[in-house]
């Protein structure tokens, strides 16, 4: 199998896939921003489609529940002229019967050009790309632990609206780094863009080993990661993960990491304060900071979409004929 | 087959002219072995009387003594789909293997006389290679009840062992060192904390850290061998830890032969050539359990080796098909078809400067003889004639089609591999020739 940054661009070095940040250059993030830029206003017509895909099919294929990443991507597909087919399908992970390569190649059979695929193992999407015919496109929305690069694509823009570039922003990430594949891109498109700083925030159990290797620091003291932070990213911490292994309880870690007014203070106070969704109230972010001014976390969401079209159009766009 | 070739174990053969490496005598030179009756009658010096009714011209090619494979698992009984005694036992004499350990978790479990009898009959009927299954420590490897060991070790058993499965309660673990201790049964262990292993997939790292994959800490291994150290400094027990991962456990196990404990070590090929980097991005032909661990981790394992604190290099052989590494990293299945590759990948790191030529065959020969108490993996005056014969100079590549096990996943698949196995001997019966090889072999061309 090839390497997955080799995997991700066609002969000529254009990117085909869309599977990882990593390894992604600079302008190859502007350049998604800057034509996600190009699609916002479209969203605002009256008739909000553009004839860009049209004639091409997308399978959404998602064997993970998802609310609004399935939805905005639909948005996308459709208002590129697309016909856009949602699949929510069950997946058994075992040796014996159907296999995720099956399923898509049995979709392929009816001759998909885009897959947009979630799935809960790491590198699901992968697997997915390394083994379809060349002209087949895919996009990674989300696998496992290890990537979401359209999520962060949709942060980074988010962030770059509110404040006009990357260069010298602190960027603090709080909760749980170990299962968050949002956290996992963020940092990779921060790190290419530029960010002064990313810290990472949150008790020794939810921050993964060696992450410094990512260019990121880390600490356990959520005021130090706040201090004079530019950018606030929440991460959401799933209650099924409450264990009582992982943090005490709900009440501690609330205590401790749940994002308040009050402890926002110690951040810039023109911070912006982001969440990839859906949001735990009073969990990981009191509901006082979620709906006030500061936070994004709606226009986020409104971001998807453009973002989405860009990512789709980038990839689709020098898509030859099939053979 | 020709004349010249040795058809029965009673004709005396005579193997000239090539390079003899012997570890356990010191002899690495040009020497003739002369064969009498499947047991080696003399080395070098010509034996009174004797007239070779057999010869094989082995210059340019290296006689050594057939390997011992302490880690192999062959698909039989409870995975035939995948791969069979007879299929692996023909991969592991083409690959010079003349003794096989096999761990006991097969299906069923390896923890009945007839079940370990039923496989040594089938691999003595194949031919190609002896077969030593290891009994189960525990009935069904459930870790609650001791198995039958005596009669286990009766039926012939060279060891017992738990395979991949951890004997999670102390007590039992604790009591089953005691009692394989009774009959100085060594007890093979996979030392692994359960819990700390987990449902981890690779070292516990930056790269766990970067695929986002669930991660196996070191000391998940390190756990296990200080409890199973603990156990065996009471018990009594001779104890084997097998396909060990990192350098503390290494030196752990380093320290425990200093002050005397019976214990040994081995390691498999794999660890010594990789580590966690090669996995890349999600190449399952790269998931092993354990896990590969770090670079330091796999400098450690090899320095382990040239200074024998680990005895032996086994190939933790796993036949699987290609379907098997078909899926996403988590779910694919672990392990590498190895048989084919252990000499060849053993001597490149002799090539590489990290083995001494000594050093590393007797990792594969007279050491792992020792640890399962056998007379083998020597070429001294009255052993078995259990040898191969070794081209340096044949280089091949791995394919699905090259490799002799119905295995087909291994990270070496269209790799360039240096020397070959061209013949394996029993008893001085040949049971391997390569058929490139038939010329040098003195058969008709």
Redesign the interface.
């Known amino acids: 199998m090839k390497p997955l940054d080799q995997l991700q661009f066609d002969a000529n070095g254009k990117l085909k896939h869309f599977l990882t940040l990593s390894g992604l250059p600079k302008e190859t993030l502007l350049g998604i921003l800057d034509t996600a830029e190009s699609f916002v206003s479209f969203g605002k017509r009256e008739i909000k489609k553009i004839p860009l895909l049209r004639g091409k099919t997308i399978v959404n294929l998602f064997f993970e529940p998802s609310t609004r990443t399935r939805t905005t991507f639909e948005i996308a597909g459709k208002r590129l002229s697309a016909d856009v087919i949602n699949l929510n399908a069950a997946r058994i992970s075992t040796s014996k019967g159907e296999t995720i390569l099956d399923t898509v190649r049995t979709l392929q059979a009816m001759h998909t050009d885009l897959f947009v695929v979630r799935d809960s193992a790491s590198g699901a999407a992968h697997l997915i790309a390394a083994h379809l015919p060349a002209h087949v496109r895919v996009i990674n929305a989300g696998d496992g632990r290890h990537a979401h690069p359209t999520q962060a694509m949709l942060d980074m823009f988010t962030i770059r609206r509110s404040k006009g570039g990357f260069e010298g922003l602190t960027v603090a990430i709080i909760g749980d780094l170990l299962h968050s594949r949002v956290a996992r891109s963020q940092i990779h498109a921060l790190s290419a863009l530029g960010v002064g700083e990313i810290r990472v925030v949150g008790p020794r159990t939810l921050i993964p080993t060696e992450i410094e290797a990512m260019g990121v620091t880390a600490t356990g003291d959520l005021r130090a990661g706040l201090r004079g932070a530019d950018v606030v990213i929440v991460l959401r911490l799933q209650r099924e993960r409450m264990d009582g292994q992982l943090v005490p309880s709900e009440q501690e870690y609330f205590n401790r990491y749940g994002l308040t007014e009050e402890k926002l203070q110690h951040a810039k106070p023109d911070a912006m304060v982001m969440h990839p969704g859906p949001i735990n109230r009073g969990l990981e972010i009191s509901s006082a900071v979620a709906d006030g001014e500061r936070s994004v976390i709606l226009q986020q969401v409104t971001n998807g979409i453009a973002v989405r079209m860009s990512i789709m159009a980038t990839i689709m766009g020098g898509v030859e004929p099939r053979p | 087959m020709s004349a010249r070739m040795p058809a029965s174990a009673s004709a005396n053969l005579l193997i000239s002219g090539g390079r003899l490496i012997d570890p356990a005598h010191g002899i690495d030179a040009i020497h003739d072995v002369y064969v009498v009756a499947g047991k080696i009658a003399a080395v070098d010096a010509k034996p009174k009387a004797f007239r070779a009714a057999q010869q094989i011209d082995a210059r340019g090619l290296w006689v050594l003594p057939g390997l011992i494979d302490l880690c192999a698992r062959l698909g039989e009984p409870g995975a035939t789909d995948q791969a069979t005694i007879a299929s692996e036992t023909r991969a592991a004499a083409s690959g010079g293997i003349t003794r096989m350990v096999c761990p006991p978790d097969t299906f069923p479990v390896m923890d009945t006389p007839a079940m370990v009898r039923m496989v040594q009959d089938r691999a003595a009927a194949c031919g190609f290679t002896r077969v030593h299954p290891l009994g189960a420590l525990t009935a069904q490897l459930g870790g609650e009840r001791l198995a039958d060991m005596a009669l286990l070790m009766d039926a012939g058993c060279v060891g017992v062992s738990n395979g991949l499965q951890v004997v999670e309660n102390t007590l039992v673990m604790r009591r089953a060192m005691q009692y394989a201790a009774t009959y100085d049964l060594p007890v093979f262990v996979t030392p692994r904390d359960a819990r700390l292993h987990g449902n981890g997939v690779v070292h516990?790292?930056?790269i766990?850290?970067?695929?986002?994959?669930p991660?196996i800490?070191e000391a998940a291994e390190t756990v296990g061998v200080a409890r199973d150290l603990a156990l065996i400094e009471t018990s009594g027990a001779r104890a084997h830890f097998d396909l060990l991962s990192s350098g503390r456990a290494v030196e752990m196990i380093a320290e425990a032969k200093a002050r005397g404990l019976p214990v040994t070590a081995s390691v498999a090929i794999h660890h010594l050539h990789w580590n966690e980097r090669h996995i890349?991005?999600?190449?399952t032909q790269y998931k092993v359990f354990p896990p590969l661990r770090t670079e330091r981790d796999q400098r450690a394992l090899l320095r382990g080796v040239s200074e024998a604190n680990i005895g032996a290099i086994c190939s933790d052989h796993q036949p699987r098909d290609a379907?098997?590494k078909?899926?996403?990293?988590?779910?694919a299945?672990a392990g590498i078809a190895g048989v084919d590759t252990l000499l060849p990948m053993t001597l490149q790191l002799v090539e590489q400067g990290a083995l001494s030529m000594a050093t590393a065959i007797a990792a594969l020969t007279a050491h792992p003889a020792a640890i399962i108490g056998v007379d083998a993996g020597h070429l001294g005056v009255g052993a078995r004639a259990d040898l191969c014969l070794f081209d340096p100079a044949l280089a091949w590549v791995l394919t699905r089609n090259s490799m002799v096990s119905h295995g087909e996943n291994s990270p070496w698949l269209g790799h360039t591999m240096h020397g070959k196995v061209v013949a394996t001997m029993m008893d001085g019966k040949l049971v391997y020739r390569n058929e490139l090889c038939v010329t040098r072999l003195g058969g008709e061309a």
């Not at chain 2, 766990?208 to 994959?213: C, F, I, V």
């Open positions: 516990e790292g930056e766990s850290t970067r695929l986002g994959l991660a800490p890349g991005t999600f190449d379907d098997a078909l899926a996403p990293f988590v779910e299945a």
